[in-house]
Each structure stands twice: as structure tokens, then as C-alpha cells.
């Protein structure tokens, strides 16, 4: 956690400082990571159900849309 105006080389960690604001960052950080794994199995999910090639699977797979 740095402030870019004042530290904009970020030399001086500001996480001791700020634990108030860490924990909502970790809160909206778990929450996005969260959603993105319920929308990566709803659209694995899908593509299973689709009729998809297997080179279109691998495709998917490859660019890390489905598992």
C-alpha cells in the first residue's frame, strides 16, 4: 500500500499504517476473485453442455475462460 503522490517510487510501505483500509482491499480483492471463479465454472459449465468442438474446448482453455 503506497501513496503514489507523495512515495512515487513506492520505497515506503504504508500496509502498518493503514489496517483499516488493508482489510477492505482484501474484502474487495477476495470478493472479485470469488466472482471470477463463479463465472469461470458457469461458463465451464456451459461450454461442457454446448455442443462445442473439442478444438473449440481447448481453444476456451487455452485463453483461460474455462477449466
Do not use: C, K, W
Amino acid at each position: 500500500l503506497y501513496d503514489l503522490s507523495n512515495d512515487p517510487y513506492e520505497v515506503h510501505n504504508l500496509i502498518r499504517d493503514h489496517p483499516a483500509t488493508v482489510a477492505q482491499l482484501r474484502g474487495m480483492l477476495d470478493h472479485f476473485v470469488n466472482e471470477a471463479a463463479q463465472q469461470r465454472d458457469a461458463l465451464t459449465a456451459l461450454a461442457e453442455d454446448a455442443a462445442l468442438t473439442p478444438q473449440m474446448l481447448e481453444h476456451l482453455r487455452a485463453l483461460g475462460y474455462i477449466e
